[in-house]
Every structure is written in C-alpha cells, then in structure tokens.
T-cell receptor
Framework: DGGITQSPKYLFRKEGQNVTLSCEQN?????MYWYRQDPGQGLRLIYY???????QKGDIAEGYSVSREKKESFPLTVTSAQKNPTAFYLC????????????FGEGSRLTVL | GENVEQHPSTLSVQEGDSAVIKCTYS??????FPWYKQELGKRPQLIID???NVGEKKDQRIAVTLNKTAKHFSLHITETQPEDSAVYFCAAKKGRNYQLIWGAGTKLIIKP
C-alpha cells in the first residue's frame, strides 16, 4: 500500500528537549517537504529536499533541522531553539517529475508542556 | 517573489447553493494552480488542479477557472453538501524547481 507515513501522531515534549518527527514514503518521490500549521492558519514551509543528501531552508527554518540520507525518509528535528514549537506538523512528497501535486502524511501534533 | 492572496477567509452558504473561492497570484510565470481541501484535524488533499494552458476544468460538482490575464483563479462548488465543510487552500507554482506558494485558506461552512 503506497503512501506517506508520519509518526508519532501525537507527541508531548518538555521545554528544552529536542524531538524528532519521522516521515517515510514508498512512492519513489524525489522531493519531500515539511510544513508547520498553527490552529486556524495556513501552511508554512520549514524545510524541503529535492534529492537525497540535499535540502534547503523554507520560510521558518529557525529552530528546526532535517536530514535526507535515504530517498524514502525525511525526518524533522524540533530543537530546543524553537521558541514556540506547539503545532501540527505535516510532511509531504511531490509527484514524480515534480509535477506539483503534493501527497501529505496524516500529520504529527506536537505539544510542549 | 510569488504571492498568493485568497478570499474570503470564511464563507457560509446554504446547503444546495453554490460556493466560490477566489485566489490572485502575482507572478505571471506561475503555471500550476492546485486546490486542497483540509477537514478538521486531517491532512490536506488535492481536489482539483489546473495548468496554465487551459482556462477551466471540471470534476463533478467542482470546477476551477483560470484567468491568466487578470492573474486569478477560482474554485466553484455547486450543489453544496454538508461534507463540503472544510478549509480550502489554493496554491501556485512556477515550475519544476520552484515551491508551491499557498494562500491563507478559506473556511467553508455549509448551513443545513
């Protein structure tokens, strides 16, 4: 069953802790993205990667880090430097040949206690 | 850079009536315009998209129109149903190596 999988679905973190959100896809897509969504708001781009071992900052990269060691995987680390990390995080991959259509995971909801 | 504006931010329509959401974009080089639907707490899902070489595309009760001269595109939903209640996002993309630029979203409320 092809798709994009995010885990965990819910995550609680104490202030000062780093957490890593997992994103895996078996669609053979080259491009992958991380978005942040705050309640009642739109999608803001954190990081994106168009090819293995390469990634670029999006609009709100401060306090976040990523890696792209495998085509299938694009984990996001929310570091302690991110001052307001409570949000809904969405991972997406882009259709073959970068056609534009994004396929989203189900999201990870991070709450800082 | 590209900027996408979406209106209205909230739209309330009677069940069975039509709904129209409009987006304007700034970069005339944009050539791909998708619409995503996001139900509460769920992931966004593509419902329809259009490329700059066509002016209109329909899929059952949903249609998208594109006016390249005016740089705007619109989502039309006819015969609205309760399950159409969601947030709708428009976006624009210039080409292969560019990112999607998103509108702020429209919350569509279908009144029974």
């Amino acid at each position: 069953d092809g798709g994009i999988t995010q885990s965990p679905k819910y995550l609680f973190r104490k202030e000062g802790q780093n957490v890593t959100l997992s994103c895996e896809q078996n669609l053979n897509h080259d491009a992958m993205y991380w978005y942040r969504q705050d309640p009642g708001q739109g999608l803001r781009l954190i990081y994106y990667s168009q090819i293995v071992n390469d990634f670029q900052k999006g609009d709100i990269a401060e306090g976040y880090s990523v890696s792209r060691e495998k085509k299938e995987s694009f984990p996001l680390t929310v570091t302690s430097a991110q001052k307001n990390p409570t949000a809904f995080y969405l991972c997406a991959s882009e259709g073959l040949s970068n056609t534009g259509e994004l396929f989203f995971g189900e999201g990870s909801r991070l709450t800082v206690l | 850079g590209e900027n996408v504006e979406q209106h209205p931010s909230t739209l309330s329509v009677q069940e069975g009536d039509s709904a129209v959401i409009k987006c304007t974009y700034s970069d005339s080089a944009s050539n791909y315009f998708p619409w995503y639907k996001q139900e509460l707490g769920k992931r966004p899902q593509l419902i329809i998209d259009i490329r700059s070489n066509v002016g209109e595309k329909k899929d059952q009760r949903i249609a998208v129109t594109l006016n390249k001269t005016a740089k705007h595109f619109s989502l039309h939903i006819t015969e609205t149903q309760p399950e159409d209640s969601a947030v709708y996002f428009c976006a624009a993309k210039k080409g292969r190596n560019y990112q999607l630029i998103w509108g702020a979203g429209t919350k569509l409320i279908i009144k029974p």
